[in-house]
């Protein structure tokens, strides 16, 4: 539970799992009914061992969280800011694109954003300071549960060595899918003006069992071996 005295006065927030916030936050916008016309029926109902069980598609549950492939959450290990403090903090960042936020619960907050450029900026950045609260950052994923740590971490890998022909941004994607889903590359790489090293940001599921070892084979009998 966030501790909500380690903030200044300003930064505090009443609890957020109580009745009052909940319906005080909501009670001054319009609500929408269901127009049973515009309804997209999903997911398959059965009783399963008496229990009543709404099962999603693959392909429904993808279409259904396409809309927050940019999202992120934030947590504060500490203490959560006040509102104010947590819209000023993220002005402060001097995003591109437009952004909206919201309570989780009173230790996350849901930061949804429009640009893949500021959606990576928050993410590598790891940990950031909002009205004087530290707050890491993760990925979203239709799975997250805020009582245990996302997997998923964006990790720079290191490619010493590597033959200076495979600088080419397609290579590189392709060595870095190997190793989990490739991000980007840093400016040196990109500009190929440090061909002792390559460095490919990638992100990895830190769960799965980590890949130490890449062979490049090219002109037939040649093989490049580096550890990473």
């Known amino acids: 539970m966030a501790d909500f005295s380690s903030c200044p006065p300003e930064y505090q927030t009443p609890k957020l799992g109580s009745y009052a916030y909940v319906t005080a936050s909501s009670s001054n916008r319009s609500n929408l009914p269901f127009d049973p016309k515009r309804i997209v029926p999903v997911g398959t109902h059965q009783?399963?061992?008496?229990?009543?069980?709404?099962?999603?598609?693959?392909?429904?549950?993808?279409?259904?969280?396409?809309?927050w492939k940019l999202t992120l959450i934030g947590k504060f290990s500490f203490a959560i800011p006040?509102?104010?403090?947590?819209?000023s903090g993220l002005s402060a960042l001097n995003l591109k694109g437009?952004?909206?936020?919201?309570?989780?619960?009173?230790?996350h907050i849901i930061i949804k954003l429009q640009h893949e450029e500021d959606f990576n900026k928050l993410w590598m950045g790891t940990?950031?300071?909002?009205?004087?609260?530290?707050?890491?950052?993760?990925?979203?994923?239709?799975?997250?549960?805020?009582?245990?740590?996302?997997p998923l971490a964006p990790v720079w890998i290191r490619f010493p060595g590597l033959p200076i022909h495979f600088f080419d941004h397609n290579a590189l994607f392709a060595i870095g899918m190997i190793i989990g889903t490739p991000l980007q590359v840093?400016?040196?790489?990109?500009?190929?003006?440090?061909?002792?090293?390559?460095?490919?940001?990638?992100?990895?599921?830190?769960?799965?069992?980590?890949?130490?070892?890449?062979?490049?084979?090219?002109?037939?009998?040649?093989?490049?071996?580096?550890f990473i």
């Open 186 to 226: 840093d400016s040196l790489t990109a500009s190929r003006s440090r061909l002792s090293m390559a460095r490919v940001c990638v992100e990895l599921d830190l769960l799965k069992e980590r890949i130490d070892e890449i062979v490049l084979e090219f002109d037939d009998t040649s093989q490049f071996k580096r």
């Open 98 to 107: 437009p952004y909206s936020w919201s309570f989780a619960n009173p230790s």
């Open 127 to 150: 940990l950031w300071s909002l009205g004087d609260c530290p707050m890491r950052v993760f990925k979203w994923t239709p799975s997250f549960n805020p009582r245990a740590e996302a």
């Open 82 to 87: 006040h509102p104010k403090g947590i819209d």
């Open 47 to 67: 009783v399963r061992d008496g229990k009543q069980v709404l099962g999603f598609s693959s392909s429904e549950n993808d279409r259904l969280a396409a809309s």
